[in-house]
C-alpha cells in the first residue's frame, strides 16, 4: 500500500561539514562518517483517509507506512500487534472531513533538539499549504517551546488529539524528514535561523548578555558531569557565566545565545541553541570519550558557519545509552577554553 501521491520540494544535497576547530589527527575517526553526506531527495505526500496514533506512527488498514519512521528498525516496534493494541486501547476521533490536515510530528518530536532540528524543518517544506491544512498535534506537545516556535510560522492553525485516542484525517499531507534525525539540511536550519530571528528580534538586552557561556544540565533528567562543581569554578575564573536553559523561555535562550561569543556544555539538547549564535561565535562540545555516532552539533554548527571544539571524557556509558555521566579534566579544560577564547 502506498501513499497516493508524492511532490519533490528538495533535490539530493551534498553537506560538507567543516572540520573541528581543534581536531586531533588520532580522532578524525571520530567525525570521519559526517565529514560529508548525501542527503535524500524530500517529498511532500499526499494521502487520503489516513489514521495516525499518538506516537505519530501513520497507517492504512493495519499496514504502517513505516517510511515515516525515524529510523528502519523501529517496524520491530511500531508493527501489526502495534495497531492491534491501539485499536483496544485507543477510540478513534475522526477529525473534520471538509478540512485538510498537515503530519509531522512523531515520536521524538517533542524533545526540544528533535523539535527543532527535525519536526520544524517539515513545517518549513509544507509552509505554502498552511494557509489551507492545519497541523496535527497530540496533546502532550504542550511545551512552551513548541508553542512559541510555532509563532514563527504565518496562518498555523492547530488541531489536537488525547493520548487515548487516534485521529483518522480525510485528506492529508505528509512532509518527509529534510534529513536523517541527528543529521541537518543547512539550507533549511538557516532559513528556520532567520525565521525565529526576525521574529523575536534578540536585540541587545543587558539583563541577557554574557558574552561566555556555560549551560548546565543538572536540572535535566539524566546525562551528568560527575565534577560539575570543579567546572563551574574554573570556567567562573574566566568569565563564563552559569546558566540553565530550563530558567529561561524560548525568546530569552534566543537573546542568550544570539549575544554570546563562546558556549560551553555536556552534549545533549541545550547545545541545540548554537543555531541562534553569531557566525564565527564558538562552542565547545563535552563528549564521551570514543563516540563516533553522535555527532549532532559537530554538524549543526558547521551549518551556521561557528567554530566547533570538542573535548573527549570519560564516562560511565554503555552502547546507545544517552544517560551517561563524564568526568571533565579540569586542566585539560583550562587549556582548550584559553584556546577557545583566543580564537
Known sequence: MAIYR??????????????PSNLADADLYLFEKDIKKELPDVFINFANNIKVTPHGVLFKRLHVFDQFLIWPAHKKEFNLFYLI?????????????SKKYIICFDYWSMGYFHWMCDFLPKILIAEKYLVDYTLVLPDNHKYHY??????????????RFSDNQYVSCSEAIVPDKASYSGDNNPFIMLKIRDKFLAFYKPLHDANLYAPNLYVSRSKAKGRFITNEKEVINALTSLGFK???????????????????????????????????????????????????KNNYYYSLASSFSINYFYMQCRSNATENDQTFNIHVDIEKLMVLTKKMLAK
Open 6 to 19: 508524492s511532490e519533490k520540494q528538495i533535490s539530493k544535497t551534498l553537506v560538507k561539514n567543516n572540520l
Open 85 to 97: 493494541r491501539n485499536y483496544f486501547s485507543r477510540k478513534e476521533l475522526i477529525l473534520d472531513k
Open 146 to 159: 513548541i508553542t512559541d516556535s510555532l509563532k514563527i510560522f504565518d496562518n498555523i492553525k492547530l488541531v
Open 242 to 292: 552559569i546558566i540553565y536553559f530550563e530558567d529561561y523561555s524560548l525568546e530569552d535562550q534566543i537573546k542568550l545565545t544570539y549575544n554570546c561569543k563562546n558556549l560551553i556544555g555536556l552534549h545533549g539538547a541545550n547545545l541545540t541553541n548554537l543555531m541562534f549564535m553569531k557566525p564565527d561565535s564558538n562552542i565547545l562540545e563535552l563528549r564521551n570519550e570514543g563516540d563516533t
